[in-house]
């Protein structure tokens, strides 16, 4: 599960509390998550297939960047031009599913509704570059091809330091 710090900081990052932190996906340099772990059912009992959500605002402010930029169609491009390119894009699809049926097995649900149907387009379009980056950085490297790529292209970050500050939910400062 996720700690109060760790929610307070996802808070701070979205502007919202966030709804079926099942973890941390991944933590950025600065120390803060950047990558939340989602349930595949909202607790008000939406399905939501993006198992891997990108919470760092300045991460998805570039990645928005990029997306405007043209770079999807580019990628969506290469799928139909490239099989091997598609044949991993399948993989890391693959890949994405395993990971949402472990997290609904943990934590007991079932979610037919958005059974064989992952995120951001995989595995025949690139429709998101935020769900291919947090794949890429809550499976790692190697698993999604395009996710790795548009973080290449993201440069660090975290230069900056934390991209929120967080208050101490137990009443301390950051």
């Known amino acids: 599960m996720i700690d109060a710090a760790d929610e307070a900081a996802v808070d701070a990052q979205l502007g919202r509390?966030?709804?079926?932190?099942?973890?941390?996906?991944h933590r950025c340099p600065c120390g803060l998550p950047d990558v939340v772990t989602t349930e595949p059912r909202l607790p008000q009992g939406t399905p939501f297939p993006t198992t891997f959500y990108l919470t760092c605002p300045r991460a998805a402010s570039r990645i928005g960047t990029l997306e405007g930029?043209?770079?999807?169609?580019?990628?969506?491009?290469?799928l139909g031009a490239d099989p091997d390119l598609a044949a991993a894009y399948r993989a890391a699809h693959e890949?994405?599913?395993?990971?949402?049926?472990?997290?609904?097995?943990?934590a007991g649900l079932d979610v037919p509704e958005i059974e064989g149907i992952s995120a951001g387009g995989m595995p025949d379009r690139v429709k998101c570059l935020h769900v291919l980056a947090g794949q890429s950085l809550a499976q790692g490297r190697g698993?999604?091809?395009?996710?790795?790529?548009?973080?290449?292209?993201?440069?660090?970050?975290?230069?900056?330091?934390p991209c929120v500050e967080v208050t101490d939910p137990a009443g301390g400062g950051s």
């Open 17 to 25: 509390e966030p709804r079926g932190v099942h973890g941390v996906g």
């Open 69 to 78: 930029s043209g770079l999807m169609k580019e990628m969506q491009d290469r």
């Open 95 to 106: 890949r994405y599913l395993e990971a949402r049926a472990e997290v609904g097995a943990a």
């Open 143 to 161: 698993v999604n091809p395009l996710g790795d790529e548009v973080l290449d292209l993201l440069g660090s970050w975290w230069d900056d330091g």
